[in-house]
Each structure stands twice: as C-alpha cells, then as structure tokens.
C-alpha cells in the first residue's frame, strides 16, 4: 500500500481539464512544501512535471499546474492533449524517518 | 545533455547478491543528491534510497540493513549493492538526480530490470 493516496484513473476529452488529487498526511503532504508531479508512458522512465507543489521545470507546458490544501495536493491539466494519456505519480518528502514517498498513480485517459 | 544510464540487472535466486549502476553525464554527480527508486512491474514507484553531497546516506524500511548505496564520484557513477535479495526486491531500478533547487527528481535513467526468482 502506497503512503500517498491518488485515484487509480482520471480522465478527460480532448481539450479539456482534469484534476488528479493525492492525499498524504500531516507528516509528508501536509507538512511541507515539497510535493512533486511525474509522468510516465508505457515503458518509459517517469518525467518530472511539476515540483515544489507547483513549479514547473523548463520544458513543461503550463497546461499542467499543481497545488495544495492541507494534506491534498492535486495536479491540473488543462486543454488535454492525446499525448497527457500516462500515469501520473505524485512524491513528497516525508521528514527525516521517510524521505521521499510516492503515490500509488493514477492512469489518465484522454477520451 | 544530462543522462543517466543504469546497468547491472539480471536474473537472481533469493538470498543472493546484485550490484546495480548508474553512470551519469553531462554534469558532476558529486554536486548532487543521488537516489535509487524502483518499480515491480505492473506497479507504483517506490524510493529506495538516497547518497547526499557530503555522502550520507538514507535507506527505506524494506531495503535498509540489505542494500548499500555508494558512489565514485571519479567515475561519475553511483551504485547500489543489494544483498539477501528477496522475491519482493523484483522490480526496474532507476537512478535519479536530485534536484539542486527544489525537492523532487529532475532526471532519471531508463532503468535497469532486477528478477528475483527460484
């Protein structure tokens, strides 16, 4: 069982917008301000999206966006493109007795 | 250009040994967190561990006291000797870098495949 909680699937239509949520608890999500956002294809390694709970790194439309309430953080993309259809991954750090976690993924399908 | 290249998976019987690598490019591995996440097939990621800049390291519960992570920063490489493999150690292990400003992975290597089966 993953330490971060997301929905196994989300999806959306072309064009739209969809939401992907993760649930943490006080001493990771909730605790700091550094949730991070991974992409990942079939069979490929994941990609960073968004960092910080909501910087993107150089390269990363700003159709993706992400932020945080309490110990929710959530991922935001917008105008769905038929390549958004991945798994997407949310981390966060866990203090000093967990460092980093991971959700479980959730798999986006762009209808 | 930034990459990461893992090497050293295989095929494995329990309570047996595996040394993984991960030879970087394109920046100084010395000036960065280095860590190791793995995924079972089919499944979520999960971190392993991590070697900081002034070389300490961090284990998760299911590895700690089996694997050791290193790195040769001559060789620009990072390593990970796992020991007493178990059958839930089975997974793609990738390196990734940490991100210098930020908390997050910013680069990952494709992965090197560990099975272990009797």
């Known amino acids: 069982q993953s330490a971060l909680t997301q929905p196994p699937s989300a999806s959306g239509s072309l064009g739209q917008s969809v939401t992907i949520s993760c649930t943490g608890t006080?001493?990771?999500?909730?605790?700091?301000?550094?949730v991070s956002w991974y992409q990942q294809h079939p069979g490929k390694a994941p990609k960073l999206m968004i960092y910080?709970?909501?910087k993107r790194p150089s390269g990363v439309p700003d159709r993706f966006s992400g932020s945080k309430s309490g110990n929710t953080a959530s991922l935001t993309v917008s105008g769905l493109q038929a390549d958004d259809e991945a798994d997407y991954y949310c981390s966060s750090y866990g203090g000093s007795n967990n460092l980093r976690v991971f959700g479980g993924g959730t798999k986006l399908t762009v209808l | 250009e930034v990459q990461l290249v893992e090497s050293g998976g295989g095929f494995i019987q329990p309570g047996e040994s595996l040394r993984l690598s991960c030879a970087a490019s394109g920046f100084s591995l010395s000036n960065y967190d280095m860590h190791w996440v793995r995924q079972a097939i089919g499944k979520g990621l999960e971190w392993v561990s991590v070697?900081?800049?002034?070389?300490?390291?961090y284990y998760s519960g299911p590895v700690k006291g089996r694997f050791t992570i290193s790195r040769q920063n001559a060789r620009n490489s990072l390593y990970l000797q796992m020991n007493s493999l178990r059958l839930e150690d089975t997974a793609v292990y990738y390196c990734?870098?940490?991100?210098?400003?930020?908390?997050?992975?910013?680069?990952w290597g494709q992965g090197t495949l560990v099975t272990v089966s009797s």
């Open positions: 990734a870098r940490g991100m210098v400003r930020g908390v997050a992975f910013d680069f």
């Open positions: 910080d709970v909501s």
């Open positions: 006080s001493s990771d999500v909730g605790g700091y301000t550094y």
């Open positions: 070697i900081g800049v002034v070389g300490d390291t």
